[in-house]
T-cell receptor, first 116, second 111 residues
Framework: DAGVIQSPRHEVTEMGQEVTLRCKPISGHDYLFWYRQTMMRGLELLIYFNNNVPIDDSGMPEDRFSAKMPNASFSTLKIQPSEPRDSAVYFC??????????????FGPGTRLTVL | GNSVTQMEGPVTLSEEAFLTINCTYTATGYPSLFWYVQYPGEGLQLLLKATKADDKGSNKGFEATYRKETTSFHLEKGSVQVSDSAVYFCALSGGYSTLTFGKGTMLLVSP
C-alpha cells in the first residue's frame, strides 16, 4: 500500500489567500484525522472523520478552517482566509478500527504551510 | 481529561549509549499507550504500543512497559545508533481511535 498521501508537501502563500490541503487515506481505513504541528503547541488534533462523517471538530481553531471528506478516499482541509499564525505542518492520518483505543494511526508525510 | 507528559529534550547521547525517555500519563479508564517516532522531514511512524497494564511493547531494539501503578510508559534502548536521531512522541488512546500526544522529545546521537 502507498500509505497516506498528502499534497502539496510545501505551500507558501500570502496572508488572506485561500489554502487547500489534500489527503488520501490508506485504502479500507474508516477513520481519518487532521493534525497541526507547531513548535509552540506541539501536535493538535483538529478534526476527525469516521466513514466520511465528521465526528469531532472541536479542535478546529476558528471558522476560517473547514474540512470535508466527500468520499472514502479523499479529504480536504481548507483555510480561508489564511493568516501568518496558521503557518505549521499539517498532518493527515488514517486508521482501520472500530473506534477502539488499540487502533494504530498511520500518518502522511505532512504539508508544510507558510503564510507570509 | 487525558494528558501525556514527557521529558523535554534535546537528549544528546553518544553512539552505543543507553537511552531512556520518560513518559507519564493521566487518563480515565484503561488507555492504550504508544510511542511514535518522527524522522526529519517525515510524518510520524508507530514505533511500539501496549494495550494493557504490564504489557511490553518492543520494536527495533526499543522497549516500553505499561506501568499502571506509576502511570508511566518509559522508552528504553540499550544501545543507540546515529540513525535513531529523531523526535519521539508518547501518546495515549482513551477510545474512539483518538490520540493524545506529548510534546515530543528530540534525540540526537553523535558518532
Amino acid at each position: 500500500d502507498a500509505g497516506v498521501i498528502q499534497s502539496p508537501r510545501h505551500e507558501v502563500t500570502e496572508m488572506g489567500q485561500e489554502v487547500t490541503l489534500r489527503c488520501k487515506p490508506i485504502s479500507g481505513h474508516d477513520y481519518l484525522f487532521w493534525y497541526r504541528q507547531t513548535m509552540m503547541r506541539g501536535l493538535e488534533l483538529l478534526i476527525y472523520f469516521n466513514n466520511n462523517v465528521p465526528i469531532d471538530d472541536s479542535g478546529m481553531p476558528e471558522d476560517r478552517f473547514s474540512a470535508k471528506m466527500p468520499n472514502a478516499s479523499f479529504s480536504t482541509l481548507k483555510i480561508q482566509p489564511s493568516e501568518p499564525r496558521d503557518s505549521a505542518v499539517y498532518f493527515c492520518a488514517s486508521s482501520l478500527g472500530a473506534g477502539r483505543s488499540t487502533d494504530t494511526q498511520y500518518f502522511g508525510p505532512g504539508t508544510r504551510l507558510t503564510v507570509l | 481529561g487525558n494528558s501525556v507528559t514527557q521529558m523535554e529534550g534535546p537528549v544528546t547521547l553518544s553512539e552505543e549509549a543507553f537511552l531512556t525517555i520518560n513518559c507519564t500519563y493521566t487518563a480515565t479508564g484503561y488507555p492504550s499507550l504508544f510511542w511514535y517516532v518522527q524522522y526529519p522531514g517525515e510524518g510520524l511512524q508507530l514505533l511500539l504500543k501496549a494495550t494493557k497494564a504490564d504489557d511490553k511493547g518492543s520494536n527495533k531494539g526499543f522497549e516500553a512497559t505499561y506501568r499502571k501503578e506509576t502511570t508511566s510508559f518509559h522508552l528504553e534502548k540499550g544501545s543507540v545508533q546515529v540513525s535513531d536521531s529523531a523526535v519521539y512522541f508518547c501518546a495515549l488512546s482513551g477510545g474512539y481511535s483518538t490520540l493524545t500526544f506529548g510534546k515530543g522529545t528530540m534525540l540526537l546521537v553523535s558518532p
